[in-house]
């Protein structure tokens, strides 16, 4: 039996990515990694799984953010479903054979790239460098390709994408209410591949009795997919009342403190 404090504490780490996700574009793994590694490592998990199990139950999670996400940017007519569709065969193959990567890489080499790439992401989001007014959006095998790359490194990361498909999609001139809206439907396809290879590809780490299947923990799942699918909404109705610059350096910020807890926590 789940103790009250886990429940609680997964809740409440729901909440806050699926508003952050609705807000700014992204699936939440930034912060929902850093936090189920220190969860588990407090659980006993092993040392050697413990980023593995994180990353596939954050990933996990990120398919009813994404859901509740994408619906509510659908109906503000915020996404560019041409878009989606053409990055979404690259996103697929390139995350689900990224999470076959992941499972020879260890949990120390996981997290210092997460961190890595949290803190390239942070700056990004801090300076929020705008893009060549002189880009158009690229054609079908530039989508693909770039649904390829943004799919294998959101495996590694367990993102839903946001984190690169929206400076990708801004740099190429689209509107920053698009771009979000359309990386929170991208979300989508990242999460479902990703929670798939995940879940085959660390089977024999199973453990039923303790709602353990693959390198994803089930009542996590449940309990953080539970929250955020109601706060996602909310967060993606305040991207028009917000000021979204201000948050996203705070957020930002947020991002670098939580990758440099979870380096020292498996380090």
Do not use: C
Not at 56 to 78: D, P, V
Not at 231 to 254: D, E, Q, S
């Amino acid at each position: 039996m789940l103790d009250p404090e886990w429940i609680a504490g997964f809740l409440v780490l729901g909440t806050f990515v699926g508003f952050m996700a609705g807000l700014l574009g992204i699936g939440g793994g930034g912060i929902m990694v850093p936090a189920l590694t220190s969860i588990f490592l407090i659980q006993g998990v092993p040392l050697d799984s413990v980023v593995h199990l994180a990353l596939g139950t954050s990933m996990a999670s990120i398919i009813a953010t994404s859901l509740a996400s994408l619906r509510a940017h659908h109906a503000n007519g915020g996404v560019l479903w041409p878009v989606v569709r053409g990055m979404t065969p690259g996103i697929i193959v390139g995350t689900f054979v990224a999470t076959f990567v992941a499972k020879y890489i260890s949990s120390a080499q996981l997290a210092i790239f997460f961190a890595l790439f949290m803190g390239a992401v942070s700056v990004q989001m801090f300076l929020n460098k705008k893009p060549k007014p002189s880009r158009e959006l690229s054609g079908s095998a530039g989508l693909l390709a770039a649904g390829s790359g943004i799919g294998a490194i959101s495996a590694l990361v367990s993102i839903g994408g946001g984190s690169l498909t929206v400076p990708f999609l801004s740099w190429q001139n689209v509107e920053i209410r698009k771009a979000i809206g359309t990386s929170a439907a991208i979300g989508l396809p990242i999460s479902v591949a990703g929670t798939l290879g995940y879940l085959l590809n660390g089977w024999e780490n199973s453990s039923p009795e303790n709602y353990t299947f693959g390198f994803i923990y089930l009542p996590a799942v449940l309990l953080i997919s539970a929250a955020s699918f109601f706060t996602a909404p909310l967060g993606a109705r305040m991207v028009h009342r917000l000021p979204v610059p201000i948050l996203k350096k705070i957020f930002a910020v947020l991002l670098v403190v939580l990758g440099v807890k979870m380096l020292f926590s498996v380090l």
